[in-house]
């Protein structure tokens, strides 16, 4: 009994002085970063609140409407930046993200998963089309060991500019993004009353008309809207009845090409896959 009561004692002063050293290790962090944040904003003169568990926010423009809760959906940008201002990660106009406000805090960067809890409650405090500034301590985000997928050193604290965008509707955020896309690339195109965008470089020459129940043989690209090649075939081996493909592909090839036809489409989410897609399509024959 006497040697399982030294042995207890033993082990609970070891787990104590473990405890302690973690303790100081994790609040000697804690003064670290925020000494380098302090300075960080004194000489950018900056001014920020802090929060009750130490990272620094700034809400730069509110926005308009009804508190957002945890159970909205929003659509939403975020730029992960150093305090020297070299960009991390961040999303595109032309690919936004949107979820549940409740989950705007999970991310996957370089194959990990991460959850950085002051993003949630930051983008809590927005309404729709407000902006804010973050900036997350390096023990809040990354840590000691950093992150090498995205360049991100040692005890780094990390700035983010935030942001909750004005809509609500999935196919708003297809007529912007493929907006944008058009104007950024300079293009000319006509929209359909399916909302698809399409341009004909050339109608082709077969006799046989396209029909949904057709089979066609095609060469094809496609990219999401950030220039990503999602998929391709240009080998003419591609076969299918038209039936089982997009349904973009379904509303826009009948009565506008045949074999040999060649046209650029632009495809919003809901005639996609859930994202808005762009195609370089080649017909190379039609069976009916």
């Known amino acids: 009994m006497k040697n399982f009561t030294k042995f207890s ?41 802090k929060s009750s568990t130490g990272y620094y926010y700034k809400i730069n423009t ?21 305090l020297g201002g070299t960009v991390l ?5 032309l690919m936004i993200p949107g979820t549940f406000l409740g989950y705007t805090d999970r991310f996957t960067i370089g194959g990990t998963p991460y959850v950085f809890t002051p993003i949630r ?40 500019d935030l942001g909750i965008y004005n809509f609500t509707k999935k196919y708003e955020v297809d007529e912007y993004e493929i907006n944008k896309f058009i104007a950024d690339k ?5 929209k359909d009353a399916s909302r698809a965008r399409y341009s004909i470089t050339t109608p082709g020459t077969g006799t046989d008309a396209i029909n949904v129940n057709s089979t066609i043989v095609a060469n094809y690209t496609v990219r999401n809207l950030d220039g990503t090649v999602v998929d ?16 973009g592909w379904q509303l826009i090839l009948p009565g506008k090409v045949t074999a ?11 005639l996609a896959n859930g994202v808005a897609l762009d195609f370089d399509i080649e017909i190379v024959s039609v069976t009916n």
């Not at 300079?186 to 006509?190: E, N, Q, R, S, V």
């Open 260 to 270: 040999g036809g060649k046209l650029r489409l632009i495809i919003p989410s809901d």
């Open 232 to 247: 391709s075939s240009t080998d003419g081996t591609f076969s299918s009845a038209l039936s089982g493909l997009y349904k």
């Open 9 to 49: 004692l033993l082990t609970f002063i070891l787990a104590t002085i473990l405890f302690t050293s973690c303790k100081k290790e994790y609040e000697s962090a804690q003064t670290v970063d925020d000494a380098a944040i302090q300075s960080y904003l004194k000489s950018n003169n900056i001014s920020m609140d």
């Open 186 to 190: 300079g293009l000319t195109m006509t």
């Open 62 to 82: 509110t926005g308009t409407g009804d508190a957002v809760k945890n159970s909205d959906s929003i659509y939403y940008s975020y730029t992960f930046k150093t």
């Open 121 to 160: 409650e930051v983008l809590a405090m927005l309404k729709r089309g407000g902006k804010a500034t973050l900036i997350l301590p390096s023990n809040q985000a990354f840590g000691k060991n950093g992150l090498s997928a995205i360049n991100v050193g040692s005890n780094e604290n990390i700035l983010i």
């Open 89 to 93: 990660n961040q999303t595109s106009d």
